[in-house]
């Protein structure tokens, strides 16, 4: 089965704090994704990489950065957080021959 | 852009009942179409996919989804839920095969037993 882990379930952070939000996949997909999931909203795509160092923007990119140093891991980076950053973040990873995403747990963060 | 609509936010059905989700979409070109489902406290999965051939599909649970290319729609259908289809039900489309898969605003289903 296809695993997709993040590291935190549950974060708590202050207004201006640097934020890592971290991501593994065990599957050797290429195409790894990080989305933002709010009440009403349903998912909206932040960043998408399909390659090792490879990133393209999603939707709503403003606010965040990632990191794709090998192929496995995937990081949002939130340089500088503000509580309208206050989200589930799902991490995400894609078979390439069906197109199915594979999901983590999500990231519940909280900004204060 | 493209967009994806599911214009019914929240529903609630006795066990039993028959359900429809709806779900469109806004561009016209070749799509990929997918059903996800997200159980209280768990991750989303896969309920069922379309990429091309038979419109009906079928997926895990005996849901079944409809391609009607004409209304841009690919709603969600099955004959008697069950307390346990409690959850959120997503619609999502890929553009032209490509990387990027759109969701809809979610449909949270309550059933009551």
């Known amino acids: 089965d296809v695993k997709v882990t993040q590291s935190s379930r549950y974060l708590v952070k202050r207004t201006g704090e640097k934020v890592f939000l971290e991501c593994v996949q065990d599957?050797?997909?290429?195409?790894m994704f990080w989305y933002r999931q709010d009440p009403g909203l349903g998912l909206r795509l932040i960043y998408f990489?399909?390659?090792?160092?490879?990133?393209e923007k999603g939707d709503i990119p403003e606010g965040y950065s990632v990191s794709r140093e090998k192929k496995e891991r995937f990081s949002l980076i939130l340089e500088s957080a503000s509580t309208n950053q206050t989200s589930m973040y799902l991490c995400?990873?894609?078979?390439?021959?069906?197109?199915?995403?594979?999901f983590g747990e999500g990231s519940r963060l909280t900004v204060l | 852009a493209q967009s994806v609509s599911q214009h019914n936010h929240h529903v609630i059905l006795s066990e039993a009942a028959s359900l429809e989700l709806g779900c469109n979409y806004s561009?016209?070109?070749?799509?990929?179409l997918f059903w996800y489902v997200q159980y209280p406290g768990q991750h989303l999965q896969l309920l069922l996919k379309y990429f091309s051939g038979d419109p009906l599909v079928k997926g895990i649970k005996g849901f079944e989804a409809e391609f009607i290319k004409s209304k841009f729609s690919f709603n969600l259908r099955k004959p008697s839920v069950q307390w346990s289809d409690t959850a959120e039900y997503f619609c999502?489309?890929?553009?032209?095969?490509?990387?990027?898969?759109?969701f809809g605003g979610g449909t949270r289903l309550m059933v009551k037993p």
């Open positions: 990489s399909y390659d090792v160092k490879m990133k």
């Open positions: 561009y016209g070109g070749t799509v990929n």
């Open positions: 999502a489309v890929i553009l032209n095969a490509g990387n990027m898969l759109t």
């Open positions: 995400a990873s894609r078979q390439r021959d069906t197109g199915e995403l594979f």
């Open positions: 599957m050797d997909h290429e195409n």
